[in-house]
């Protein structure tokens, strides 16, 4: 299929008549294009017919990008450059964010197109009411062949290709071959949410090299479980497990995505406890849709599109009180998708809060066992998705995985199990469950149902492991995956906040995402204006923009693992308290209460706190750095000795520090 609407050569463009390319571009749209859509396009057309006289090469018009739901204006392939073009008809201003738009672009092309990666690409910003200015060009201090956007009148468009020329090298760039190559991306799941939405397929927005199992198979196969079990009306659930960053949620919403008609019996819905996640995914799905909306022409209100987002996205726990007003009739959907249901509530969290909260006194059911009866309703088929993250419980009561097969043995005896064949992994905490349904019929282990490499860290999917290594405190393979992550993910160590926030804000270009991350019980940061009791907002933390002090661009507000989990940014602030500190025992679980840090001695919780920097340390998909403050000798709260040895610990498995 292809990606642009309209294609040619410089040469043959020239020589068409422009409303034979408008032609071209509309019958190619897919969408109604509108007459300021078709007047746009005639005026971009015009104007290259007259800047691109002098130049050999190809062209191609709105050239998708999947994984933000967008389409470059222009492409153009001329010698060993890549340009690409952002037309702003009618505009005087180069705003700043038309400026980060056509950078998104031009890195998108450089991280996720192999055809485009090693070449250089010149991202142009055309203004065309702008007044002359003398452009800028020059490369930027990444070195990565992307240069800094380029804001160009309508006049200077052909002085900017030729003096942009002289700052590429490299052989001329074949444009069959270039236009051939595949594209890979990895989209935050936001990205991933809105596209899927949109209508995109998981093979367009995932990648699909030989390192990863692509997510296309994984989803594949649970579809097959879920025909196969109304075929032949039985109940079946699955465990799909998988390194952090590796494309679970993914998967939950791609399966939702195909089956979003609740008039079709493979109805399904999307399930999360994860309540910033949940929240955050329903407004940039409900924005999203308003804008395009927008954009064609047509009026739709805000609460219309939330009305639909939240039938698409629910929470769990509102899913599971609309079960329990009555409780005999089955949920609407014969398929349900739970997104981190390790994190699901143990019998003694559920009975205690159906007793506090809904005046259940003698509630007998863990979540997970109240969850599949709700499913278990239905007369002829169903079928439950749990997407299983390992490491990931992070809070009082979640059961994780074992209580789900516990569940199964004590009440579903005929229910089809389909496992992961990574579910025996020490991290999921199953073995030993596990043993008991070796002898029980109807058990499958596919090795489809896990997703070993992360897709977060693009840069390098050695992160998820280096960071369990870290926290293991296995320090000679820490080393040696350091030295594999080594120049394709940055990480590095700083004892000063102030030089930590200046590293994000070099590292980061056009839009990209960068924050500080903090642990829930880092109580003593607040001398470096870190306060994790003040009240954060994570829907405009995650997507506001640079000029909302709400967001996490400002670096005032910070996320806790409980705003973060699930979700992540490109470059990421870790400020490690004294909370999780190294000894060397090992590790030190710490709570601060009233004025002095006590120990944490129940091992679940200490469990948890582990679990936390986990989460913390695998959200950044392009790099970070990782504070440990250097204390203070006058505050007996914040001793360096709380801090030194972690500081030491970390520096000595080979981080760079700054």
């Given at each position: 299929m292809k990606r642009e609407y309209y294609s040619d050569s410089i040469h043959h463009f020239l020589e068409t008549k422009p409303l034979e390319i408008l032609g071209t571009l509309a019958k190619n749209s897919d969408f109604d294009v509108i007459q300021n859509q078709r007047d746009a396009w005639v005026q971009e057309i015009t104007i290259l017919q007259n800047a691109l006289s002098a130049?050999?090469?190809?062209?191609?018009?709105?050239?998708?990008i999947p994984r933000m739901g967008k389409r470059i204006d222009v492409v153009l392939i001329i010698g060993a450059a890549i340009f690409v073009l952002e037309f702003k008809i009618g505009e005087k201003e180069f705003h700043s964010s038309a400026i980060d738009q056509v950078w998104d672009y031009a890195l998108d092309l450089?991280?996720?197109?192999?055809?485009s990666s090693n070449h250089s690409i010149v991202p142009i910003l055309i203004a065309t009411k702008a007044k002359d200015i003398a452009p800028v060009i020059a490369s930027s201090p990444q070195n990565?062949?992307?240069l800094f956007p380029i804001k160009c009148s309508l006049s200077q468009i052909n002085t900017v290709i030729r003096e942009a020329l002289l700052l590429t090298d490299g052989e001329k760039i074949d444009s069959e071959q270039w236009k051939s190559g595949r594209y890979c991306p990895t989209p935050t799941i936001i990205e991933a949410a809105m596209a899927l939405y949109n209508g995109h397929s998981v093979s367009e927005i995932s990648r699909s090299d030989a390192s990863a199992i692509n997510l296309s198979q994984t989803s594949e196969a649970i579809s097959e479980i879920i025909y196969s079990s109304k075929k032949n009306s039985k109940k079946s659930i699955c465990f799909v497990t998988g390194v952090p960053g590796a494309g679970k949620t993914l998967v939950g919403l791609d399966i939702a995505t195909k089956h979003i008609d609740k008039n079709n019996d493979l109805y399904s819905v999307f399930l999360s406890g994860n309540g910033p996640l949940v929240g955050i995914l329903r407004e940039a799905l409900t924005r999203d849709r308003v804008r395009h909306e927008k954009d064609q022409g047509r009026k739709i209100t805000k609460g219309t599109v939330m009305s639909e987002t939240k039938m698409f996205i629910q929470n769990v726990h509102n899913f599971r009180d609309d079960c329990l007003r009555d409780p005999v009739k089955?949920?609407?959907?014969?398929?349900?998708?739970?997104?981190?249901?390790?994190?699901?509530?143990?019998?003694?969290?559920?009975?205690?809060?159906?007793?506090?909260?809904?005046g259940q006194p003698n509630f007998s059911q863990s979540e997970p066992e109240f969850l599949l009866s709700c499913l278990d309703r239905h007369p002829d088929w169903a079928v439950v998705v749990c997407l299983v993250g390992g490491g990931q419980e992070i809070n009082t009561g979640e059961a994780g995985i074992s209580e789900w097969i516990e569940s199964l043995q004590r009440s579903f005896p005929n229910w089809h199990i389909y496992i992961s064949s990574q579910l025996t992994d020490s991290e999921y905490q199953a073995g030993e469950v596990l043993e008991k349904i070796k002898d029980r019929k109807n058990v499958f282990y596919k090795n489809e149902l896990h997703l070993s490499v992360s897709l977060r860290s693009f840069r390098s999917e050695h992160v998820s492991l280096l960071v369990k290594q870290i926290l293991d405190l296995h320090v000679e393979e820490a080393?040696?995956?350091?030295?594999?992550?080594?120049?394709?993910?940055?990480?590095?160590?700083?004892?000063?906040?102030?030089?930590?926030?200046?590293?994000?804000?070099?590292?980061?270009?056009?839009?990209?995402?960068?924050?500080i991350a903090v642990s829930s019980q880092a109580q003593r940061l607040k001398p470096h204006a870190i306060d994790v009791r003040s009240?954060?907002?994570?829907?405009?933390?995650?997507?506001?923009?640079?000029?909302?002090?709400?967001?996490?661009?400002?670096?005032?507000?910070?996320?806790?693992?409980?705003?973060?989990?699930?979700?992540?940014?490109?470059?990421t602030c870790v400020v490690w308290d004294a909370d999780f500190r190294y000894t060397e025992k090992g590790w030190e679980h710490r709570s601060f209460c009233g004025?002095?840090?006590?120990?944490?001695?129940?091992?679940?919780?200490?469990?948890?706190?582990?679990?936390?920097?986990?989460?913390?340390?695998?959200?950044?998909?392009?790099?970070?750095v990782i504070v440990i403050p250097a204390g203070d000798p006058q505050d007996p709260t914040r001793n360096p000795d709380f801090y030194d040895p972690t500081y030491e610990y970390l520096k000595g498995i080979g981080f760079e520090t700054i």
């Open positions: 130049f050999d090469g190809s062209l191609y018009f709105e050239y998708s450089k991280n996720f197109h192999e055809s990565d062949g992307v089955p949920p609407i959907e014969h398929v349900a998708l739970f997104d981190e249901a390790q994190r699901a509530w143990n019998l003694q969290q559920t009975a205690g809060f159906m007793q506090r909260k809904k080393q040696k995956t350091l030295a594999k992550v080594r120049g394709k993910y940055p990480i590095v160590l700083t004892r000063d906040l102030s030089k930590a926030k200046e590293w994000l804000k070099q590292k980061a270009r056009g839009s990209e995402r960068y924050g009240p954060m907002d994570p829907i405009h933390w995650f997507l506001d923009d640079k000029d909302d002090v709400r967001s996490s661009y400002y670096l005032e507000d910070v996320a806790t693992e409980f705003h973060i989990q699930g979700l992540e940014l490109d470059w004025s002095s840090w006590n120990y944490i001695k129940k091992v679940e919780r200490q469990n948890y706190l582990k679990n936390a920097y986990r989460v913390l340390l695998t959200r950044a998909r392009q790099g970070m």
